[in-house]
């Protein structure tokens, strides 16, 4: 069938077409992320001292938008969702490492991605973030041999949220459909009563 | 108001998701599977001949006679849809059935099922999966890791029935050594990182 | 709303198109732009069967580095050699190096387009050099961290959240768990 996807994995996209996608799909990602003001560093801080909660609604919507999209396209039979690439889990270092991102995040300003987009816009800051990154994935290629042992302890294997709570995945969508609009509501009500203190672009 | 549209489709498309039942619509060929009968893979049965042969088992050819004279799965006897009528098919054994792909044996299948036999499969794919997975696997490009160790498993089950597996680039097959790159051919885009990090 | 005037003043004609507009026009909403980056995540999925990332390049621009500097260093690494191609060039030549310089080209269109590209530091009401000593010690503890978790808010947060990857949220929780509990400590940096 030749409208199945993922194109790349059925051959319909050979490994020179995938490097053009990549760039392409970059720069879409990259576009609408700076559409949102995640290119700006105050804003992305501001997220964590509750004045603008952008961040959270441009994820969430991001996140449910393709959640929904990967959901029914595998439903119509468009898509073969099992050939999609579902990294493992490694629960303790990615939690570890999730503790110390979101503190690196907050005082560095900017998280990878958004960094890139910064650089884009002339921000001198966000070229130090990138350095530092650098830096920082250097060291961890160093160690890499002393901490192994920790960063591979409690692996999961592949695994997602509804194999690990043993629900229909239909449920865990509407579910997480729920949480994110809620979340939306809530998000709304805290940026209206903190008196709307949104970053505005500089 | 842009986010009200937003948030009623959100709720829309996510809330139908409650609806969706648990079997997904597509098998992991991604080809639509047909609930009205029952599928095994060439694999699968592949590695039942190899550990208990035909024992048991009822392998069903539906193909012309000279197909058949070619080449047949070992144990098969070849039957044509007109004569299931007359043949007495062993009632305990399971029975599959085989053809070039996969079309009429699914007429045979309830034909079979209405008659009373009670383990009646269809060979998913028909003889082009046979040929394609047992016989001659080759790995697809871009496949994941896993696909790397149950490859083994089918060179196995390839000689096994005499077939011969197209080798895979040697790259997948040696162990990891500096990445070969053979000039001018760009690289798979699955190259995983130490404890399977891709990003 | 005042981007109709601003739009007024500033109609592209042939001589506007390739000059910056001069005032800064507001952002997006944030869920429309959600959706966007949420259709090109799904783009991502269909047509390649992965998601997007951003950190996992980072991996790949430093082991070239490592590799240009000290070849025999980066190929007796346990963590770079599975990174590293026949050259460093070949190094970067992956799927993620190419995203992400798309994501640097998209994101420097964006802030073209809008008036945004401003040369400068933000959060320097610290100080220019407190303010870069931070970036670039929080860029220093983020990088050591997407390896520790394995990607980062892109790979992980939005591609693993969409695919309800049970690790992904996991860091997600953790991530701003993380920023939260730390936020006090560089009050003065942001508000």
Redesign the interface.
């Known amino acids: 069938m030749d409208l199945t996807a993922p194109f790349y994995q059925f051959g319909a996209l050979g490994p020179g077409s995938g490097l053009v996608v990549a760039v392409l799909i970059g720069a879409a990602f990259g576009f609408f992320l700076e559409r949102g003001g995640l290119g700006n560093g105050r804003k992305l801080a501001s997220q964590f001292y509750l004045n603008d909660l952008t961040v959270f609604k441009v994820m969430f919507t991001a996140i449910l938008t393709a959640l929904l999209g990967l959901f029914w396209l595998g439903q119509v039979g468009v898509l073969d969702t099992s050939l999609i690439l579902l990294s493992p889990t490694y629960l303790v270092p990615q939690i570890v490492g999730g503790l110390l991102f979101g503190a690196g995040f907050v005082i560095g300003g900017y998280c990878p991605g958004t960094s890139c987009i910064a650089v884009a816009s002339g921000k001198l800051d966000a070229l130090a973030v990138f350095g530092g990154m650098m830096a920082g994935i250097l060291v961890y290629g160093e160690v890499y041999p002393s901490i192994r042992p920790f960063a591979e302890s409690t692996s999961m294997g592949r695994i997602s949220l509804p194999e690990l709570l043993s629900v229909r995945p239909g449920v865990m969508v509407a579910a997480v459909t729920m949480l994110a609009l809620g979340g939306f509501v809530l998000a709304d009500r805290i940026e209206k009563r903190r008196g709307n203190r949104l970053v505005q672009p500089e | 108001m842009i986010n009200r549209l937003l948030g009623f489709t959100a709720l829309l498309l996510g809330g139908s998701a409650l609806l969706v039942p648990d079997r997904p619509a597509v098998d992991s060929a991604g080809t639509p599977s047909p609930a009205h009968h029952d599928l095994v893979a060439a694999e699968s049965l592949a590695a039942r001949i190899m550990a208990n042969g035909t024992a048991g088992l009822t392998l069903v050819d539906l193909r012309a006679p000279t197909a058949f004279d070619s080449y047949h799965i070992p144990g098969a006897v070849r039957l044509e849809a007109g004569e299931l009528g007359q043949a007495r098919l062993p009632e305990a054994n399971t029975i599959v059935l085989y053809d070039d792909a996969e079309s009429s044996a699914a007429g045979v299948w309830l034909l079979l099922k209405a008659q009373g036999y009670a383990s009646v499969y269809v060979l998913s794919g028909g003889m082009a999966a046979w040929k394609d997975e047992v016989l001659h696997p080759a790995l697809p490009p871009g496949m994941a890791r896993e696909t790397e160790a149950r490859f083994g498993r089918q060179m196995e089950l390839s000689r096994f029935f005499g077939g011969s597996p197209v080798p895979a680039p040697a790259r997948r097959i040696t162990p990891p050594s500096p990445r070969p790159d053979s000039a001018g051919k760009k690289k798979e885009s699955f190259d995983i990182g130490p404890g399977g990090c891709f990003y | 709303m005042t981007t109709a005037a601003i739009t007024e003043v500033n109609r592209p004609t042939v001589k506007t198109v390739v000059r910056q507009r001069r005032t800064?026009?507001?952002?997006?909403?944030?869920?429309?732009?959600?959706?966007?980056?949420?259709?090109?995540?799904?783009?991502?999925?269909?047509?390649?069967?992965?998601?997007?990332?951003?950190?996992?390049a980072?991996?790949s621009?430093?082991?070239a580095?490592?590799q240009a500097v000290a070849p025999a260093h980066a190929?007796g690494?346990?963590?770079?050699?599975?990174?590293?191609?026949?050259t460093p060039v070949?190094t970067l030549?992956?799927?993620?190096v190419?995203?992400?310089?798309?994501?640097?080209?998209?994101?420097?269109?964006?802030?073209w387009l809008?008036?945004?590209?401003?040369?400068?530091?933000?959060?320097?009401r610290i100080g220019a050099s407190p303010?870069?000593l931070?970036?670039?010690?929080?860029?220093?503890?983020?990088?050591?961290?997407?390896?520790?978790?394995?990607?980062?808010?892109?790979?992980?947060?939005?591609?693993?959240?969409?695919?309800?990857?049970?690790?992904?949220?996991?860091?997600?929780?953790?991530?701003?768990?993380?920023?939260?509990?730390?936020?006090h400590?560089?009050?003065r940096?942001?508000?």
């Open positions: 800064a026009a507001p952002y997006m909403n944030p869920y429309l732009a959600g959706v966007g980056v949420g259709l090109v995540l799904l783009t991502a999925f269909v047509t390649m069967g992965h998601g997007v990332g951003a950190s996992g980072v991996v621009i430093v082991g580095g490592v190929a690494s346990e963590f770079f050699q599975p990174y590293l191609g026949a070949r030549d992956t799927w993620l190419l995203e992400l310089a798309g994501i640097f080209l998209g994101g420097f269109a964006s802030a809008a008036g945004r590209v401003k040369p400068g530091i933000t959060g320097r303010r870069l931070n970036a670039v010690a929080g860029g220093t503890i983020m990088g050591f961290a997407t390896r520790l978790a394995r990607g980062c808010t892109s790979g992980q947060g939005l591609t693993g959240g969409a695919l309800l990857n049970v690790g992904s949220w996991a860091f997600m929780l953790a991530l701003f768990a993380g920023a939260y509990l730390v936020a400590l560089v009050r940096q942001w508000t």
